[in-house]
């Protein structure tokens, strides 16, 4: 069992930046594909990032389109906490954002919520113009 607790949202103008953190429990975190995703009013929960171990210390990070450039994910596993940096954001960034945390092979991508059994209760990002 994984516990995830988000942290980080709130409101900030367009153009902004914050920073989203995701502290995990309960398991071997290091081994674990950690993802962000984000699901905005009457629209489907969408993958935004991903950061998964893909051999020795190497752990790969990947991005949706929409956020390539101004969206970093990264992870400090001897916090067992996963972050999510946002710069340039866009109201269309407006949304919930969830952490979630699974077990895939190494070198997988995991951008699709079916990947991920653990789910964090999800942090408002809220951009104004």
């Known amino acids: 069992q994984v516990q995830l607790v988000e942290s980080g949202g709130g409101l900030v103008q367009a153009g902004g930046s914050l920073r989203l953190s995701c502290l995990a429990s309960?398991?071997?975190?290091?081994?674990?594909?950690m993802g962000w995703f984000r699901q905005a009013p009457g629209k489907e929960r969408e993958f935004v990032a991903t950061t998964s171990w893909s051999g020795g210390s190497i752990y790969y990070a990947y991005y949706a389109d929409s956020v390539k450039g101004r969206f970093t994910i990264s992870r400090d596993n001897a916090k067992n906490t996963v972050y999510l940096q946002m710069n340039s954001l866009k109201r269309e960034d407006t949304a919930v954002y969830y952490c979630?945390?699974?077990?895939?092979?190494?070198?997988?991508?995991?951008?699709?919520?079916?990947?991920?059994?653990?789910w964090g209760q999800g942090t408002q990002v809220t951009v104004s113009s």
């Open positions: 309960g398991r071997t975190f290091s081994s674990c594909a």
């Open positions: 979630a945390a699974g077990a895939v092979g190494r070198g997988i991508v995991a951008d699709t919520t079916t990947q991920y059994p653990y």
